[in-house]
């Protein structure tokens, strides 16, 4: 391949990590939108299968990206990210993140914070992982949801819209979604042990039982507050359908 076609060479820095030998790498060419311009320094990589020449994707930084990863598209990887494994990341993965095993990073994603994204997952659009979240699994998260805090999500679930799975919130396995004419969804996530289900909107996460409570007191004699009572009706059938427990008081 000619340099007219490459964007980066080697710097001859190298360093070992996890008995894996990373080089460092320095830009042939301007990735301008990135602030890269030729001759500037970047992360590391263990071989250009790591970094395509390809798009405007950059390993910045002290960020690595090793074994079979792939990193293409307008992805940036930066500060102190890892990326190795067999992932594919065209997003963001910056802070001390971790993207690994088979797991995907598409589009507009940002993964942070000391986040996890791994095993099969898939995280697309406009999602954004943080904090000391994980995906994992063959979890996919996509549209303008997040996953925040403590905030697990695994198996073979789908988390999308607006959602937010924050706290100690573990969504897993099978899960109930709805979304309301204003873009909220509702995530209904299956209890753990003999716990009862949990909803979760936006920044709201709590009992069936508090949901009701919740959105009686905020919403009364709406059109959205109707239509938020249909919603809980609807998720509350299906997890009885499941036979989860609902967290509702004893008669």
């Avoid at 699994?137 to 679930?157: E, I, K, L």
Wanted: glycine share 12%; charged share 20%.
């Amino acid at each position: 391949m000619a340099d007219t076609q490459r964007k980066y060479e080697f710097t001859g820095e190298t360093k070992n990590h996890c008995g894996v030998k990373l080089h460092r790498i320095r830009a042939i060419a301007d990735i301008a939108v990135f602030g890269i311009y030729s001759g500037d320094e970047g992360g590391w990589i263990a071989s250009e299968k790591n970094l395509s020449h390809g798009g405007r994707a950059w390993v910045f930084d002290e960020a690595y990206v090793y074994d079979n990863a792939i990193v293409d598209g307008d992805a940036r990887i930066s500060d102190n990210a890892r990326v190795y494994g067999s992932a594919l990341v065209f997003g963001n993965v910056y802070d001390n993140a971790r993207v690994y095993g088979y797991a995907q990073v598409a589009d507009n994603v940002h993964v942070h914070g000391d986040a996890r994204v791994y095993g099969s997952a898939r995280v697309a659009n406009n999602a954004d992982i943080f904090g000391d979240a994980r995906v994992y699994g063959y979890a996919q998260v996509y549209g303008n949801a997040q996953v925040y805090g403590y905030g697990r999500v695994s198996g073979d679930v789908c988390v999308s819209g607006d959602a937010h799975v924050s706290g100690d919130a573990h969504v897993y396995n099978v899960n109930i979604v709805a979304t309301r004419s204003d873009g909220c969804t509702f995530l209904v996530a299956p209890p753990r042990g003999s716990g009862p289900v949990v909803v979760i909107a936006r920044d709201f996460y709590s009992t069936l039982p508090e949901a009701r409570d919740y959105w009686t007191a905020t919403l009364a004699n709406t059109p959205i507050g109707e239509e938020t009572t249909a919603i809980l009706d609807h998720l509350e059938r299906m997890a009885r359908i499941q036979g989860w427990s609902l967290g509702l008081p004893a008669n």
